[in-house]
C-alpha cells in the first residue's frame, strides 16, 4: 500500500495567520508522531497519537499549536496566529504499534514558510 | 531523559572508500536504536535497527552498523561509498521494554561522498 502522505507539500503564509497541515498514515497504523525540523536543528518531538488520543504531547511549542487524529486514522496539525519562528519542514510518522521497537514511517513532509 | 549524539556536523569520503557515521546514546535500561536517512527534500526513510541479539546489525543499501553497549555506540558503516550514499543521517534511540514509544533523534550527520 502507499506510505505515509502529507499535505500540502509547501504552504507559505502570512505571520498572524491559522495554518493546517494533514498527515495521512499508512492504513492498519495505529501510532502516528508528528515532528518539526527546522535548519541546523534535528528532528524535534511534537505529539504522539495512539489512535485518536494523544498519551504524549510534551513537545508541543507553546498553546499555538495543537493537533488532532480522527478514526484512528488522518490527522491535523494546526498551527495558530503563526510566528516567523514556526517556519520549518513538518514531519509525520506512523507505525503499526506504539511498540518500541516498531519502525517509524516518515512521510514527505511539510514545508512552511511564515512571512 | 535519553539523548543521543552524532559528533560530526559532516562526513566527506571519496567514492569506494569505507565510510563510518558515529552515533552515541544515553539512556535508561537497554536501548533500541535507529538509524535513518534522509534525501533532499524527502521525508526521512528506515536503514536499520538494533533491538536485541547480534550487535551487527545490516540494512538497506549496504549499510550496516554495530551496537557496542560498554562505548554506548552504534555507528553507521559501509564498506564502499556510493556518490548516491550523499544524504543526511539521523541516528534515533528509544529506551526499550520502558512502555515509553517516542524515538529522540540526534541533529543529523550530513554525508558527502565525491566522485
Known amino acids: 500500500g502507499a506510505g505515509v502522505s502529507q499535505s500540502p507539500s509547501n504552504k507559505v503564509t502570512e505571520k498572524g495567520k491559522d495554518v493546517e497541515l494533514r498527515c495521512d498514515p499508512i492504513?492498519?497504523?495505529?501510532?502516528l508522531y508528528w515532528y518539526r525540523q527546522s535548519l541546523g536543528q534535528g528532528l524535534e518531538f511534537l505529539i504522539y497519537f495512539q489512535g485518536n488520543s494523544a498519551p504524549d504531547k510534551s513537545g508541543l511549542p507553546s498553546d499555538r499549536f495543537s493537533a488532532e487524529r480522527t478514526g484512528g486514522s488522518v490527522s491535523t496539525l494546526t498551527i495558530q496566529r503563526t510566528q516567523q519562528e514556526d517556519s520549518a519542514v513538518y514531519l509525520c510518522?506512523?507505525?503499526?504499534?506504539?511498540?518500541?521497537?516498531?519502525?517509524?514511517?516518515f512521510g514527505p513532509g511539510t514545508r512552511l514558510l511564515v512571512l | 531523559a535519553q539523548s543521543v549524539a552524532q559528533p560530526e556536523d559532516q562526513v566527506n569520503v571519496a567514492e569506494g572508500n569505507p565510510l563510518t557515521v558515529k552515533c552515541t546514546y544515553s539512556?535508561?535500561?537497554?536501548?533500541?536504536l535507529f538509524w535513518y536517512v534522509q534525501y533532499p527534500n524527502r521525508g526521512l526513510q528506515f536503514l536499520l535497527k538494533?533491538?536485541?541479539?547480534?550487535?551487527l546489525v545490516k540494512g538497506s543499501y549496504g549499510f550496516e552498523a554495530e551496537f557496542n553497549k560498554s562505548q554506548t555506540s552504534f555507528h553507521l558503516k559501509k564498506p564502499s561509498a556510493l556518490v548516491s550514499d550523499s544524504a543526511l543521517y539521523f541516528c534515533a534511540v528509544v529506551p526499550g521494554l520502558s512502555g515509553y514509544s517516542t524515538l529522540t533523534f540526534g541533529k543529523g550527520t550530513m554525508l558527502l561522498v565525491s566522485p
Open positions: 492504513s492498519g497504523h495505529t501510532a
Open positions: 538494533y533491538i536485541t541479539g547480534d550487535n
Open positions: 510518522a506512523s507505525r503499526f504499534t506504539s511498540g518500541p521497537e516498531e519502525t517509524q514511517y
Open positions: 539512556v535508561s535500561g537497554n536501548p533500541y
